[in-house]
């Protein structure tokens, strides 16, 4: 049986408000989805029955717990929507005005990159994928790993957005399965899908990434770019040394992918926060061609060259997937945030704990003093 992932598609006018399904190998899906969904009266069942509310949800973001403040910080400053018309005009008003943000900073599972030490660790990546999506669907948190009998109202979500490339190409084929399996609608969204959509829809056809040398091994990319592709484009999936100043990793990045010989279109960045001012400034200096490599380096790369980077390519996917479904809530406000954290309780058992965003700044935010 095919299943699908609803993916918010990118820039050309044709598909500015398409949401299109991507069809997937069929592979087993781990039992985990299929106790749930067997459990008739049981809450993961009910929760997965989440995205039929229309409106009336929250936005989850879901990941390690940087990349989700670093991404929900991108959404609440956004402004650069006209919030009557949609056009690329700002008005001074949040894009997201009136919505709600869950933000799940999955600390059980930390560095999903340790999921990585063998092939049946991957299912314990999916299976985490899975509960997140049900701790999104759900419309409880507790308030206390050690008394999970103290409920808390949460928003259920409409729209499940995965930050982690990896997880979300190995995770989501099971989160999509189970609520299809128990009759939910929600959107899930992957960073790998909304960056290629983005590049592919402006043009691209020579594709870099620059990712971790983990996530390069998981062939999560990889596996992205063979479904989406258009015939003649090419990836290289690049991770340059570590280094003080990320000008000397550009440069790493830009010798390695020379070696394929290739022009480049586009690197798409699998990081958030990333600076762009010193990758622009070390571009300028190669265009201008003054020692051999910068010359070589300016012939590989072509007149349309650009950085893409995960938290604008989807904070804009959300914008246009939100509108073409009718799925904003239209309340005159400002977008609120509630921060919840994965825990674990005496007896092992994940939950999920909301938190203050006092707590959060000060356990993840690091002291810029």
């Known amino acids: 049986m095919s299943r699908s992932i609803l993916i918010a598609t990118g820039l050309l006018a044709a598909a500015l408000c398409a949401c299109r399904q991507v069809e997937y190998t069929p592979r087993p899906t781990i039992p985990l989805v299929h106790a749930i969904a067997a459990d008739s009266t049981g809450p993961g069942r009910l929760a997965a029955r989440a995205g039929n509310g229309g409106a009336e949800g929250s936005i989850a973001l879901i990941g390690e717990p940087e990349e989700v403040i670093a991404l929900t910080r991108r959404f609440l400053r956004a402004d650069s929507r006209d919030n009557i018309d949609g056009r690329n005009l700002r008005d001074s008003l949040p894009d997201f005005a009136g919505e709600s943000f869950d933000a799940i900073l999955d600390a059980?599972?930390?560095?999903?990159?340790?999921?990585?030490?063998?092939?049946?660790?991957?299912?314990s990546l999916r299976e985490a994928a899975v509960r997140n999506a049900v701790f999104a669907w759900d419309s409880t948190s507790v308030k206390s790993a050690q008394d999970r009998t103290a409920r808390l109202h949460k928003n259920r979500s409409k729209i499940l957005i995965f930050t982690s490339s990896m997880q979300a190409e190995y995770g989501l084929f099971d989160v999509d399965t189970l609520q299809q399996l128990c009759g939910g609608r929600s959107v899930l969204l992957s960073p790998a899908e909304v960056l290629l959509d983005e590049a592919f829809a402006g043009g691209a056809m020579q594709v870099g990434v620059w990712t971790s040398r983990d996530v390069k091994a998981s062939e999560a990319w990889q596996r992205v770019f063979e479904r989406k592709a258009p015939a003649g484009a090419s990836l290289a999936v690049i991770a340059p040394d570590a280094a003080l100043d990320i000008r000397t990793?550009?440069?790493?990045?830009?010798?390695?992918?020379?070696?394929?010989?290739?022009?480049?279109?586009?690197?798409?960045?699998?990081?958030?926060?990333?600076?762009?001012?010193?990758?622009?400034?070390?571009?300028?200096?190669?265009?201008?061609?003054?020692?051999?490599?910068?010359?070589?380096?300016?012939?590989?790369?072509?007149?349309?060259?650009?950085?893409?980077?995960p938290g604008p390519a989807i904070v804009d996917a959300t914008y246009r997937l939100l509108r073409e479904r009718n799925l904003f809530t239209h309340r005159i406000a400002n977008p609120a945030v509630q921060y919840f954290q994965t825990e674990e309780s005496e007896d092992g058992t994940p939950c999920l704990v909301e938190v203050g965003a006092a707590f959060v700044q000060r356990a993840y935010v690091p002291d810029q003093h």
């Open 108 to 123: 059980v599972n930390g560095r999903y990159t340790h999921f990585l030490a063998e092939d049946s660790a991957l299912d």
């Open 249 to 309: 990793e550009l440069r790493g990045f830009l010798r390695q992918y020379r070696a394929t010989g290739r022009p480049l279109d586009v690197i798409i960045l699998d990081r958030y926060n990333t600076d762009l001012s010193p990758l622009q400034s070390e571009l300028n200096m190669i265009r201008r061609a003054g020692a051999e490599e910068d010359a070589a380096f300016d012939k590989m790369l072509t007149a349309g060259f650009r950085f893409l980077e």
